[in-house]
């Protein structure tokens, strides 16, 4: 056992050429073992939330009954992006626990949809969306430093209201760029070493150990996505953040729910 | 050439006497058993120190799993049947000749002796990279050696690739396919039958393996229903030279005229892709037309279709185009072109 | 100078140690010869061979071939090994009757059938067989090294096909490499030999 295989090269280096596949086993039981334990932190550890601020009620009764939280480009995209995920995921690790079928041509053409949708992505949240309301700001960290003393018995203020995102969303969205972004720039070198219409092939733009490195970066992102895309649909399914993953469908949250977790100055809002 | 590397490393052997044992065993030793009939191909590899099995579960004691017998009208061939017993059996000889042809063309007279008819359509690639031991995808790795650019790669695939280039070596499979041969394959949660057709699998469908067996598997005979007894047959082997060398491409086709016409007709080949290939449209494509040189240029045309030579063994599109030629028209009648 | 004693005192140690293990495993083994269970199938390692019409008793390792255990463990050296792979017929011995290339036969495979090796040719009072006298008159080979697998693949053929014709002989011998590729004459040699058969 280990995380990686290793062969030799024909020119008798040792090279990696790509993770052990019972990897994928230990990703799934990671996943089940985060619910299990997120349950239980649930049930008998986490405190009620508190929020330092809020909106008066008077303000709350003013808003639209339906905010906006997710544009239909972007709810397209992550829909898109899911369908490409799972495709992604069901035809890499299907066959390595023994249901065959031709896996190849579903998984680099699943690839190719998320690479593209990825491409709109980037462009899209850059350009047309509020570029920084996604990642982690300096409020974010503290009130995360907040939350841990206080979930710890020990003093501190109570946290503030989120901006568009919740932390952990942010937390989430991090670790899928990271490993998105690996399986899609090693995906794609990976494209050039098998048969599609899309280039001529070319197997040898580089050499066995960065092949190697790569096969084990794609193989580590794409179990590790295992883990996260688990965890993902765990929390959409969470019956308190159903409120949430309806927007992704509907593209709105109620502003009751919004009054209550958002802060409306750090929300900036954007154009469709 | 081969090494001789003194005596072949540990491996604990079982040699039970029937079917029930034999797969007791292999379904409790899984993927560490290795399955030994004649054993010509397996010794490659256990020598070479290439796989290394603990165990061994040897066929050779298992009386039912030998013999051609009847069977609705066709026969039943023991996967344990060897290779000359099958070329020798009267039935084979007078219903489906071409089975006799083909197995006959298979390697030397020692190893048709020993060699199995179930062991021939089961054998591993001749690809020498993945038999020399290199980690290729073939063997677990990323890389097909015999798609290099600076790669020996002649009697590799000229079509079917993906990934892996190699090819399958059986003389028998071809004549299997063309005779719509059935495989009868048992483990211990029971017995299914497969077309001879879809025995063969190539790298898309699975890297690591040439057919569809899996560990626990045991393909126990070999059944040829009555369907293409007696037809016109052609069975071709073209090869280096006539003793032990491994098909370059060889050809089988089973054919019913009527008259002047083609009534009906399979056809398979081997040694062009990772799994021998039935040439679905060109047998569509010849039924009801004339025996005649048009139709057989038109379908070696067809045949080549789509082909995707490697950088030495472009002359097997050519070889297989005429040898589809041939096997319509007959080796006088074939235009070399 | 202390430590190669540490060493050596281990090495020691080792081996003791091995020796127990090993013939605890004798013991485990002879359980079968005592009519206790075993997995159905299993092999003995001490097996009877009949060879060249007698019987040997010998201790032969499951991934033994019979080419190994004819020539190491039975000194009959007249079989040769020019490849250990089935490719060139040096190694051929008839196995009831059929010739098969001893080096890709386990030697466990060929329990309680007939072997026969070249020194099996010749009868008890030094007779030649028949195909050897023709490879006498004919002066068939010149090394000489592939020449007991042709004689065994020959005899083989011929209870197949007696009256073979000189391209039925070609075929049926066509499963052993002469290096010194002298074919012509060694074919002219074994034509000879069951020219003799037949007359014999
Ligand atoms: C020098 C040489 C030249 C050759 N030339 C040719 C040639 O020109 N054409 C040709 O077609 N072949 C050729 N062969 C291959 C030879 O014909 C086959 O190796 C032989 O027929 C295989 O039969 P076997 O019983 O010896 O197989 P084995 O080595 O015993 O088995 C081969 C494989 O099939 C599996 N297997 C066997 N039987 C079963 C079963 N019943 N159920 C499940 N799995 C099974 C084994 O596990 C193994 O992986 C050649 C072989 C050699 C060594
Ligand atoms: S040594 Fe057995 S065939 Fe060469
Ligand atoms: S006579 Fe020398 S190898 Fe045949």
Redesign the interface.
């Known amino acids: 056992m280990g995380i990686i295989e290793f062969a030799k090269s024909p020119w008798g280096q040792d090279v990696p050429i790509h993770i052990f596949f019972y990897l994928i086993y230990v990703a799934v039981i990671a996943g089940l073992t985060f619910f299990i334990g997120h349950v239980i932190w649930l049930r008998y550890f986490a405190k009620k939330e508190e929020f330092a601020d809020s909106t008066p009620p008077g303000e709350v009764a003013k808003l639209p009954a339906e905010i906006k939280r997710h544009s239909l480009p972007a709810r397209l995209f992550h829909w898109v992006q899911a369908g490409a995920m799972l495709t992604l995921l069901f035809s890499a690790f299907l066959p390595k626990v023994g249901v065959r079928f031709e896996w190849l041509q579903w998984h680099w053409i699943a690839g190719v949809v998320l690479t593209v949708s990825i491409v709109f992505h980037i462009i899209h949240a850059s350009f047309f969306m509020n570029f920084w309301s996604i990642w982690p700001d300096k409020i974010d960290i503290e009130d995360a430093g907040r939350r841990w003393k206080r979930s710890q018995g020990e003093k501190a203020p109570a946290p503030r209201r989120f901006g568009k995102y919740p932390m952990e969303n942010k937390m989430y969205h991090l670790a899928i760029v990271l490993a998105g972004l690996s399986v899609t720039l090693t995906g794609f070198f990976m494209l050039f070493r098998i048969r599609t219409p899309l280039f001529t092939r070319n197997s040898y733009m580089f050499g066995d150990m960065t092949n190697g490195l790569m096969y084990t970066l794609h193989g580590l992102a794409g179990v590790g996505l295992i883990a996260l895309i688990m965890i993902h649909v765990y929390f959409a399914l969470r019956p308190e953040k159903l409120k949430i993953s309806r927007s992704m469908v509907y593209g709105t949250i109620k502003r009751e729910h919004y009054a209550e977790h958002h802060d409306p100055k750090r929300w900036v809002a954007e154009a469709e | 050439m081969a090494v001789i590397r003194d005596v072949m490393p540990a491996f604990e052997l079982f040699q039970p006497a029937t079917i029930d044992d034999a797969l007791n065993l292999l379904d409790k030793h899984g993927s560490e058993a290795w399955v030994m009939a004649g054993g010509l191909d397996s010794f490659d590899w256990l020598k070479d120190r290439i796989k290394r099995p603990s165990v061994v579960v040897d066929l050779s004691q298992i009386k039912e799993l030998t013999g051609v017998k009847e069977w609705n009208g066709g026969i039943e061939i023991g996967a344990m049947t060897t290779l000359t017993d099958v070329v020798r059996n009267p039935i084979v000889k007078e219903k489906f000749s071409i089975l006799a042809t083909g197995a006959e063309s298979a390697a030397s007279p020692q190893i048709r002796n020993q060699g199995t008819i179930g062991g021939n359509v089961s054998q591993d690639t001749r690809c020498w990279y993945y038999r020399s031991g290199w980690k290729c995808y073939r063997a677990g790795g990323n890389t097909c050696f015999a798609d290099t650019p600076t790669a020996i790669n002649r009697e590799h695939a000229i079509m079917g690739a993906s990934r892996c280039v190699a090819v399958n070596p059986s003389d028998s499979a071809p004549a299997l396919i063309a005779l719509d041969a059935k495989m009868v394959i048992r483990n211990k949660s029971g017995e299914r039958v497969v077309d001879a057709e879809n025995y063969f699998i190539g790298p898309a469908l699975d890297i690591r393996r040439m057919t569809v067996l899996l560990p626990g598997d045991l393909l126990v005979a070999i059944r040829i229903p009555s369907t293409w007894a007696g037809a016109k047959f052609y069975f071709e082997k073209v090869r280096d030279r006539p003793v032990w060398d491994f098909p370059l491409v060889n050809i089988a086709a089973a054919m019913k005229v009527n008259g002047d016409n083609i009534e009906s007709i399979r056809m398979a080949v081997n040694g062009v892709a990772a799994h021998p290939v039935r040439l679905t449209a060109v047998e569509a494509s010849l039924v009801g037309k004339p025996r005649n040189a048009a139709s057989a240029d038109a379908a070696g045309q067809l045949a080549i279709q789509g082909a995707e030579p490697l950088r030495h063994n472009g002359y097997k599109v050519p070889l297989l185009r005429n040898l589809v030629k041939r096997a319509i028209r007959g080796v006088e009648e074939a235009k070399w072109a | 100078m202390t430590d190669t004693k540490v060493t050596r005192r281990n090495a020691i140690k080792g081996v003791i140690a091995a020796g127990a293990v090993s013939s605890a495993g004798y013991l485990f083994r002879t359980n079968t010869v005592m009519g206790q269970s075993s997995?159905?199938?299993?092999?003995e390692r001490l097996i009877t061979l009949e060879v060249n019409g007698t019987t040997r008793r010998v201790d032969v390792?499951?991934?033994?071939?019979l080419a190994?255990t004819l020539r190491y463990k039975l000194g009959l050296t007249g079989t040769k090994?020019g490849?250990?792979?089935?490719?060139c017929?040096a190694c051929?011995v008839l196995i009831d009757d059929?010739?098969?290339?001893s080096?890709?036969?386990?030697t466990?495979?060929a329990r309680g059938k007939k072997i026969q090796t070249v020194e099996g040719l010749a009868s008890a009072d030094g007779k030649l067989h028949p195909v050897q006298q023709g490879v006498v008159e004919e002066q068939g080979f010149q090394c000489a090294f592939c020449m007991s697998g042709f004689l065994m693949?020959t005899v083989g053929?011929l209870k197949t096909n007696p009256n073979p014709t000189r391209q039925e002989m070609a075929?049926?011998?066509?499963?052993n490499l002469c290096r010194c590729q002298d074919y012509d004459k060694i074919l002219t040699a074994l034509m000879r030999g069951a020219e003799l058969s037949r007359s014999a």
């Open positions: 997995a159905p199938g299993s092999v390792m499951k991934q033994e071939t190994m090994l490849c250990d792979r089935a490719e017929g051929t059929v010739p098969h290339y080096c890709s036969v386990l466990h495979t693949a053929f075929h049926g011998v066509s499963g």
